[in-house]
């Protein structure tokens, strides 16, 4: 396919109807889908959390690294991805892939968290008076 940048503005168009206005990566927070293009490929797309058989309406917009963590933790979760035969089974489909993306989620968090220690830590040794300003209370 031939890149035509005078297109732009219909592509950008189209990736703001496919995930919607002021999307983000639900894990990692990326908020520029202009600075995340690879070979015409938004790195930007949603990911069926629960399993697109077992709930398509379900989706999170994630870039494509904290989609391939998502899609990898639910195989290694063992989530059924396939279309199940009865209510039960889809339920409990639905149960699993809950648990395997709140399992990443929770890992996204862990890692915002220290990194937000990291800040603390920084302005602790950079600007020590830091704690005693109003903005920086509760």
Not at 10 to 20: A, S
Not at 46 to 64: D, F, K, Q, S, Y
Not at 119 to 128: K, Q, S, T
Request: charged share 25%; net charge neutral; proline share 7%.
């Amino acid at each position: 396919m031939h890149y035509d940048p005078m297109d732009a503005p219909r592509r950008k168009r189209r990736r703001q109807q496919r995930l919607g206005p002021d999307a983000f990566c639900a894990t990692c927070g990326e908020r520029n889908p202009d600075a995340l293009l690879r070979v015409d490929r938004s790195l930007l797309e949603r990911h069926h959390v629960l399993g697109a058989a077992n709930a398509p309406e379900a989706t999170i917009v994630v870039c494509l690294n904290c989609h391939a963590r998502f899609s990898a933790a639910q195989q290694d979760d063992g989530v059924p991805l396939a279309p199940l035969a009865t209510v039960l089974e889809r339920g409990l489909a639905v149960v699993a892939g809950a648990g395997s993306s709140l399992g990443v989620i929770s890992d996204a968090l862990l890692e915002w968290a220290e990194r937000g220690q990291g800040v603390v830590r920084g302005l602790d040794e950079d600007f020590r008076e830091w704690r005693t300003r109003p903005w920086s209370r509760p």
